[in-house]
């Protein structure tokens, strides 16, 4: 294999709980206890709709624009002093980087919190670039930003492993002709045996990462 593309949340870094987390430490700040309920109904909101629902269902006195600082404050918080590396993925990256294997970065997230991160764990380095999908100009419903990430790993795709933790990106990875790796994580588990079916290789056991590490 000529190169590796890795999403972020919930494949490399550690860090679905904390978009759930959040709505719970913002509400308790404003004396107002998230119940299970509330927390379900908030899992299923964009980030817009969920300021939208504190604002004019809950009274949160606050703008929605400073609710929204508010909200991403305590996340960009989490990736800079408390995110970690998902188990194993430091020995994936370090047996790529000693294979001279590109890796790269396809992520919905945000770039500046995405190095804050990476950075504090001393893997931003290993990284040939970080794209999001916003600079790509797409999402990962359609396989468009990974053809995009391979253009900086120098690889094509049936040369190029794509880590996905989420059904849709591995989907759309598989369609555009990539390796597909699925990484299990707690978040995405309603749809794991999906994932295995479709992919490669399933990482979700220690024997499962050793062999891959054997393997690649």
């Known amino acids: 294999m000529k190169g590796a593309i890795f999403d972020v949340d919930g494949t490399l870094l550690d860090s679905m709980a904390i978009w759930t987390k959040a709505d719970t430490i913002y509400l308790a700040r404003h004396n107002i206890i998230a119940t299970e309920e509330l927390s379900r109904l908030f899992f299923n909101m964009t980030l817009e709709k969920s300021i939208a629902y504190m604002h004019d269902e809950l009274h949160i006195p606050d703008s929605p624009a400073l609710i929204k600082h508010d909200l991403l404050k305590i996340v960009e918080?989490?990736?800079?002093?408390?995110?970690?590396?998902?188990?194993h993925m430091y020995d994936i990256i370090q047996k790529f980087?000693?294979?001279h294997i590109p890796m790269v970065i396809a992520t919905s997230n945000t770039k500046s919190i995405i190095e804050k991160a990476l950075s504090r764990l001393n893997v931003m380095d290993d990284f040939t670039y970080i794209l999001t999908c916003d600079e790509a100009g797409v999402d990962k419903t359609t396989p468009a930003i990974y053809l995009k990430a391979?253009?900086?790993?120098n690889s094509s795709p049936s040369d190029t492993f794509v880590f996905?933790?989420?059904l849709h990106g591995a989907s759309s990875a598989k369609e555009g002709g990539f390796k597909v790796v699925g990484?299990?994580?707690?978040?995405?588990?309603d749809y794991k045996h999906d994932l295995m079916a479709i992919a490669d290789y399933y990482l979700e056991s220690d024997e499962d990462y050793q062999?891959?590490?054997e393997d690649i």
């Open 77 to 87: 918080d989490f990736y800079e002093h408390e995110v970690e590396l998902k188990d």
């Open 183 to 189: 990484v299990f994580d707690d978040y995405s588990k």
């Open 150 to 153: 391979a253009y900086y790993t």
């Open 97 to 99: 980087k000693a294979k």
């Open 164 to 166: 996905e933790d989420a």
């Open 211 to 213: 062999h891959f590490l």
